[in-house]
């Protein structure tokens, strides 16, 4: 069983509630943004690759609105919640750059839909950029864009968000700052004798059942998101934990299981989106590829157009295809990076000649080895 530490975290999901980040007027708690950096910077600085999931939006954009005399005292329509979204998000964004510029770290906003984890297209394109600022040295701060989202198409909560950006990017660990030290067998302000679990491997009713019973005030999620992020990092191989993070340096508490309560991963990340990509996909196209490159595939490499001999079916950016052998048979699946169009173009060339070819500078890889599973 993996260590119950963050200490030892590679990928690192920190989501961050609209209680603990706004104080009841409304104001960002400056201090505490900056011990909470100081603390993820360190391990940064130890090799953690850092995504800051940072609700916080609202709260503060409708105090500068006036449409409250504190963050939470009333239900916003939505279209009030999206419009002190647009203007709370500029002050979020700012307080973190500042926080991590003090650092010599530059922070990059990115905001999400629902659509953009769920629809492969833009799912690929979700995980590069972020994939991509991460390979910079960059961190990234992720809220949901909910100047456009919809109520239907809203993530609602941050939790939910921060599990889906988890599994998008394979993170191997999320942690959950919120307003209680995890989860309780009962509600801890009723029940004297309800305790901390410290450690959960498969949610089921029972527990599903302990969630309903926790008070909890933080943002519009409470308990029960909770376990539902639960359940989608779990799946995709990567741990959550559940924590305090109204103290100042909250992300001591992560450093072992007396203080948080931790969600153990069901098998790893990397593989876990491998048997995504092999099991609950419908391919929608086939790619032939010649000797080299089917080898190529078997030592875990990327293909690259050159290796393609043939395209077959109607596909877009992201959808799944089959990648068969001279003689047929299926060697591999995988997302391709480009449509059927594109790729028939680009067939058989070398990466340098796609940008002559497209008219733009895609990937060089027609499926990159994280998005390929041998079959
Ligand atoms: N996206 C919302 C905001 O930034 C927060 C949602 C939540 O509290 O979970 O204000």
């Known amino acids: 069983m993996a260590a119950l530490t963050i200490r030892d975290s590679k990928r690192l999901v920190i989501k961050i509630g609209s209680a603990l980040l706004v104080d009841d007027e409304g104001d ?60 709370g998000q500029v002050r979020l964004a700012h307080a973190w750059q500042e926080a991590l510029e003090k650092h010599h770290i530059r922070a990059a906003q990115v905001l999400l839909t629902t659509e953009d984890t769920e629809n492969r297209r833009r799912y690929l394109n979700a995980r590069s950029t972020i994939t991509t600022l991460l390979k910079m040295g960059v961190i990234p701060v992720i809220n949901e864009n909910d100047t456009v989202a919809t109520e239907e198409i809203r993530f609602g909560d941050n939790d939910r968000l921060a599990a889906r950006v988890a599994q998008m990017i394979s993170a191997d660990t999320c942690v959950i700052l919120t307003d209680i030290d995890g989860l309780y067998t009962a509600d801890p302000l009723i029940d004297p004798n309800a305790t901390r679990i410290s450690s959960v491997d498969t949610i089921n009713d029972q ?78 196209g086939t ?45 591999a699946r995988g997302l391709s990076a480009y449509s059927n169009e594109d790729a028939v173009r680009i067939r058989g060339l070398k990466s340098s000649e796609i940008e002559k070819v497209l008219g733009f500078r895609g990937r060089e890889e027609m499926i990159h080895r994280d998005d390929l599973v041998i079959t």
Do not use: H
């Open 28 to 87: 960002l708690r400056s201090q505490w943004i900056n011990a909470l950096v100081s603390d993820a910077v360190e391990m940064y600085n130890s090799g953690t690759e850092i995504i800051i999931v940072s609700s916080g939006a609202i709260a503060i954009g409708r105090r500068i609105l006036g449409l409250s005399g504190g963050p939470r005292n009333r239900a916003l329509k939505l279209e009030e919640s999206q419009a002190s979204a647009a203007i």
């Open 287 to 331: 790619m032939f590829v010649d000797s080299g490159a089917a080898q190529a595939l078997a030592s875990g490499k990327s293909l690259l157009p050159a290796g393609v001999s043939k395209i077959d079916g109607v596909f877009f950016r992201g959808d799944p295809v089959i990648i068969r052998d001279e003689n047929g048979l299926e060697i």
């Open 207 to 284: 527990l599903e059942a302990m969630a309903g019973t926790t008070s909890n005030e933080d943002g519009s999620g409470g308990m029960v998101t909770k376990i539902e992020a639960a359940r989608i990092t779990m799946q995709a191989g990567c741990r959550m934990a559940i924590g305090d993070g109204r103290t100042l340096n909250p992300l001591k508490a992560f450093e072992s299981d007396t203080k948080c309560t931790w969600f153990m991963a069901q098998g790893e990340p990397q593989s876990a989106r491998k048997l995504w990509i092999a099991a609950s996909l419908n391919p929608v």
